[in-house]
């Protein structure tokens, strides 16, 4: 195990205040979020999408990896340019999911165990060689009466762990992603003790199957009220909550934790990032970032709607939210920075694409214009 690699890459994901980008739906995924939108649900439409987010202009200014699937990794842009290639370009990381999906558990109405462990290794030795130097695993854990069960908790963060031993054996830094889930009336308190049960059985796992935690990245959800809870706390408290959650779980040793979204705005996940490096930072054994797949994408999908002709706007959105981001991991994120003046370019109208200004130029968000 090249231990100084994984210790490079897991740094280089959290450095300064970039973050990483989920564009790692499973086709289902994809054709769902593609299927609200009325855009068409076929392998040309997700290459085409994709092909947007990889040629972002200035995306590696603030992305400092991004998360690939199985069908993405092999993809090429028009020209025939592999995706792989387009972002190192960019200065960005490549990396890959290499679960195969949350199933149902046997015996466990209601619970999910992640599977994927079956010919792992043989699939992160032909990703490494296509270029990945990190992978992601997600579990889903669930609250609601009786839920989650220490079943549930055991076989999930025994899969984990395994699939982290694995990569690191491969090379790939691991992104380990227990996700307690946002769904339900649960209030914050809740979500506090379970994420806090999950993350200990979490690094026990991880202990127990000589994971290295130098090596590694951690992509918790943030400790929030659930979706249909009447009582929503207040950014401040739920940055309060998540690192305090954090601090009782998490060791030192690991570089950094780099939130997931879980279906917040993301104007939201932005604030929440940001209250959390505005409180705490300078205390912070580890780096606090994003691993962001709807709070970057969202807009972006939606002006999009599979148009050619809305591309470079789309292009503009996604920046703007990474953008944001950058600002939240320094504490610098404000409300303002959102535009609501958005108008999409014309149809066959001239393309803005490469001609963005950076923030380092301006001091201010790219212009977006949506319809
Ligand atoms: P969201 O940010 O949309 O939750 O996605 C993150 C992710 O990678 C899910 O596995």
New binding site residues.
């Given amino acids: 195990m090249n231990t100084k690699a994984l210790i490079d890459t897991a740094a280089a994901l959290v450095a300064g205040d970039k973050g990483l980008l989920?564009m790692?739906e499973s086709n289902p995924t994809c054709n769902k979020r593609f299927a609200r939108l009325e855009i068409p649900q076929t392998v040309e439409a997700r290459r085409a999408y994709r092909e947007l987010i990889v040629t972002t202009p200035g995306l590696g200014q603030c992305i400092s990896g991004a998360?690939l699937y199985d069908e993405t990794i092999r993809q090429q842009k028009k020209d025939g340019t592999l995706f792989v290639k387009v972002i190192t370009d960019a200065g960005i990381i490549p990396g890959i999911k290499v679960d195969t999906g949350a199933k149902d558990l046997a015996g466990f109405p209601g619970e999910k165990v992640t599977e994927g462990l079956d010919g792992l290794v043989a699939r992160v030795q032909e990703y490494s060689r296509m270029g990945a130097r990190f992978a992601?695993w997600?579990a889903v854990i669930a609250i609601g009466a009786g839920i989650p069960t220490p079943g549930c908790i055991d076989a999930n963060v025994h899969a984990l762990a395994r699939y982290a031993a694995i990569c690191q054996q491969a090379g790939l830094v691991p992104i380990v992603?227990p996700?307690v889930l946002m769904d339900g009336a649960h209030d914050l308190q809740r979500c506090f003790e379970v994420t806090e049960q999950v993350l200990r059985a979490v690094f026990n796992q991880l202990n127990a199957q000589r994971v290295m935690l130098e090596g590694m990245i951690l992509?918790p959800n943030m400790v929030l009220p659930g979706l249909t809870c009447p009582k929503q706390e207040t950014v401040d408290e739920v940055a309060d909550a998540t690192v305090r959650c954090l601090l009782r779980t998490v060791p030192a040793a690991v570089p950094g934790i780099a939130f997931?979204?879980?279906?917040q705005a993301g104007e939201l996940a932005s604030a929440r990032l940001n209250a959390m490096n505005v409180r705490f930072k300078s205390r912070l054994p580890w780096a606090v970032a994003f691993?962001?797949?709807?709070?970057i994408q969202q807009p972006a999908l939606e002006i999009w709607q599979g148009e050619e002709a809305h591309v470079s706007a789309a292009q503009q959105a996604l920046y703007h939210r990474a953008w944001c981001n950058t600002a939240a991991r320094r504490g610098e994120y404000k409300i303002a920075m959102e535009r609501t003046d958005r108008a999409i370019a014309p149809r066959g109208g001239s393309s803005t694409q490469g001609s963005i200004s950076t923030p380092m130029e301006t001091g201010h968000a790219p212009e977006i214009r949506r319809r």
């Fill in positions: 989920a790692d998360i992601k997600r992603e996700e992509k997931l979204s879980g279906g691993s962001f797949a709807r709070a």
